[in-house]
């Protein structure tokens, strides 16, 4: 597999994020995806079809972000029209991970809405959180509501369906994924009863992270 452009080890940090969200268990098996831009335009975008914890350079593929033409003949996720989306939304990020982990994807099913300022990585990290309704996954419909939410958050909840959460690097955008689903965890855990950290608190916590409190 050659891609144009993308050097060697620009191919490798991908495939070793795609295996750590895996390892971290942010999805199981086929569900999930995750995309990374580069200055020429193009992103890379693991394929339809792929597990992202055993993700091999066969099963990424390289797309121009404008019109989504396929640069190396691999056929994305069927979650593309929501990557290029969110890429065209928010010019500051470069990366986008697609997951399903166990707890928020529950507190994703849920009629309510939930309050996810339980620990201070949420507000410190993530910020607010937005949501859509259920929409047919891998459609434009579901790409043009999550774009519209991610202009004011880094993360959005599909009801339904599971996360989508944006951010600068790799590490960072995995780190949101994970301390998400913490937050999920303790949220159920506590059977909803876990205190939310004091409004003026959370406003306090959201500065410590200034390069990137775009919520
Ligand atoms: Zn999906």
Redesign the pocket.
């Given at each position: 597999m050659t891609f144009r452009s993308i050097p060697e080890e620009e191919i490798s940090r991908f495939i070793h994020w795609a295996h750590e969200a895996g390892r971290l268990g942010l999805m199981m098996c086929s569900?999930g995806?995750l995309s990374h831009r580069f200055d020429d335009g193009s992103m890379l975008i693991s394929a339809t079809g792929s597990w992202l914890g055993s993700l091999n350079a066969d099963q990424i593929s390289h797309i121009r972000i404008d019109d989504g033409t396929i640069l190396n003949g691999v056929r994305p996720s069927?979650?593309i029209a929501m990557h290029r989306t969110i890429m065209e939304q928010r010019p500051d990020i470069d990366t986008i991970l697609?997951f399903?982990s166990p707890a928020a994807t529950t507190l994703a099913c849920l009629p309510e809405e939930t309050n996810y300022n339980v620990i201070i990585e949420v507000p410190v990290y993530i910020g607010a959180v937005g949501r859509v309704p259920f929409i047919m996954?891998?459609s434009q419909m579901l790409a043009d509501a999550v774009g519209h939410e991610i202009k004011r958050c880094s993360l959005v909840q599909?009801q339904n369906?599971?996360q989508v959460v944006c951010g600068k690097g790799y590490e960072s955008t995995v780190q949101k994924a994970v301390f998400f689903e913490l937050a999920s965890t303790i949220i159920l855990k506590s059977g909803k009863r876990a205190l939310i950290i004091p409004e003026e608190g959370v406003e306090q916590l959201k500065q410590y992270n200034a390069s990137d409190h775009s919520c």
């Open positions: 569900s995806n069927g979650e697609h399903q996954p891998c599909m369906h599971g």
